[in-house]
């Protein structure tokens, strides 16, 4: 490989590493939710859904995901949130 070869190579691990870890922590905050709701539990669901919000906010800002994908997770949640009440 050439020398920009090799840097394109150590720039995709580099990324390739922080998008793992953006993607693990929205997706463990939605699991926390899920679990919450599934439990009931109102107010730890409202937290962890307003954790995920902004951990997804955080995950479209990087690039990590599309802004779409957000959306509708977002929107998923607050349906499932709702039908607690």
């Known amino acids: 490989m050439n020398r920009s070869a090799d840097k394109r190579d150590r720039q995709n691990k580099a990324r390739?590493?922080?998008?793992?870890e953006t993607k693990s922590q929205f997706r463990t905050a939605i699991k926390?939710?899920?679990a919450a709701v599934e439990a009931g539990d109102k107010e730890a669901a409202e937290k962890a859904m307003k954790l995920s919000f902004k951990l997804m906010d955080s995950a479209v800002n990087k690039g990590t995901i599309h802004h779409n994908t957000a959306d509708r997770k977002k929107s998923r949640m607050n349906i499932k949130f709702n039908k607690m009440a």
């Not at 390739?16 to 793992?20: A, D, I, Q």
């Open 16 to 20: 390739r590493l922080r998008n793992r």
């Open 32 to 34: 926390a939710f899920d």
